[in-house]
């Protein structure tokens, strides 16, 4: 098989367990939210925004459980919303909506980080907590190729640090809720898409380790 006959291969295989893993449903899911409190903050201010935000949470919570989606899924997505909303309510700044997304950015790119020079690269574990990874001994084998799959989710959380600090620190409050729906749970979901195809290849003996 060719390099692009692979390349290929490889991308309809994660575009398939996109759809399986229902990426543009849980996408638009997370994009509401943001984008009524964006619409809220611009016409009426940073309490419209937050307003806004809730009510968009609520509809489609609702909504995710009438098509019978996880009550435990969904109240921690209606949840976050209001954390994110408490930011707000407390600072009066609009950016803070997005505050605890930064940090969490943050925080993850140190996780990922030091996983990544120590014994045991966090995907390792993630992915044994899942399933996807047979517990067991750890080889070498798969010491390499969770360091990878390791440096790509560190490579996406400093693309998230990077993109989304400088424009918190400037109050861009519009560009910055676009840079977090667009960086947000589809990029999320396409590495786990991504993460579960590099394991699935490995253990099938598809891969060019």
Same mark, same amino acid.
């Given at each position: 098989m060719t390099h692009t006959s692979r390349t290929a291969s490889a991308a309809t295989e994660v575009f398939a367990k996109f759809?399986?893993?229902n990426g543009f449903q849980r996408s638009a899911d997370a994009v509401g939210p943001v984008a009524a409190f964006l619409v809220g903050y611009q016409l009426a201010g940073a309490h419209a925004g937050i307003a806004a935000a809730i009510a968009a949470a609520a509809i489609l919570a609702l909504v995710r459980l009438i098509r019978g989606d996880s009550v435990k899924v969904v109240?921690?997505?209606? &949840? %976050?919303v209001l954390v994110y909303s408490l930011f707000v309510q407390f600072s009066g700044q609009g950016?803070?909506?997005f505050l605890?997304?930064?940090?969490?950015c943050a925080v993850l790119t140190i996780v990922f980080g030091i996983s990544l020079v120590g014994r045991r690269p966090v995907t390792l574990w993630l992915c044994r907590k899942v399933g996807i990874e047979p517990a067991g001994e750890v080889t070498a084998r798969r010491l390499r190729l969770h360091r990878r799959i390791t440096a790509m989710w560190f490579v996406n959380w400093v693309v998230h640090v990077v993109a989304l600090t400088p424009l918190y620190l400037a109050n861009q409050v519009a560009a910055l809720g676009l &840079? %977090?729906?667009?960086?947000?749970?589809p990029s999320v979901v396409v590495l786990i898409a991504l993460t579960w195809l590099q394991v699935q290849r490995s253990r099938s003996g598809k891969s060019d380790e």
């Open positions: 759809k399986q893993l109240t921690v997505s209606v &949840a %976050a950016r803070d909506f605890p997304t930064v940090i969490g &840079a %977090a729906m667009l960086l947000g749970k």
